[in-house]
């Protein structure tokens, strides 16, 4: 997975995509939402939920961060000032990321998982701003992306180990 993340970025770094990146992005979370659910049909089931509480909490910040001002994106299709891609990124991401974590909690596999998704969160971030689709206002930095990203793992890490369980 990280291999692919990083060819993500170089590939988002070097060519300009325009609405395209969204679609590529929406395309690898539906990929990786189909090879997961090939895994285990229960956990599966169980992992959906958090891909369900993804797109909620995704949506809820992603309106509030509008409208505190901080930033804002550019999409064809939205619901609020929310990219749909992007929703169908936290939705499917998120069932997938939650089937892909192992069974029992290992508290450095966690860490390290939510030091992984905050940076290349917050690296995303700058890459769309580079393509033209994202945009930050000057009280929100990729530094304050990285921690956004890296709480919202961790919440997730709680979620999926003590309230959706196995």
């Not at 992992?47 to 001002?69: C, K, P, Q």
Request: glycine share 8%.
């Amino acid at each position: 997975m990280l291999c692919f993340f990083v060819f993500l970025a170089l590939l988002y770094y070097f060519v300009n995509l325009g609405q395209l990146a969204w679609d590529l992005l929406l395309l690898s979370a539906i990929g990786w939402f189909i090879l997961e659910s090939r895994r285990d049909a229960k956990r599966f089931h169980n992992a959906i939920t958090i891909g369900l509480f993804l797109l909620v909490f995704d949506f809820i910040f992603e309106n509030s961060g509008w409208l505190l001002g901080l930033w804002h994106t550019t999409s064809y299709f939205h619901l609020g000032v929310v990219p749909i891609e992007v929703m169908g990124i936290a939705f499917f991401g998120g069932t997938a990321w939650a089937t892909y974590m192992p069974k029992k909690f290992d508290s450095r596999f966690s860490f390290y998982n939510c030091l992984v998704f905050g940076f290349f969160g917050a690296l995303g971030e700058w890459l769309l701003i580079h393509q033209g689709l994202f945009v930050y206002n000057p009280l929100w930095t990729s530094v304050d992306a990285f921690f956004a990203y890296f709480l919202t793992w961790v919440i997730l890490v709680y979620l999926r180990y003590r309230v959706v369980r196995d």
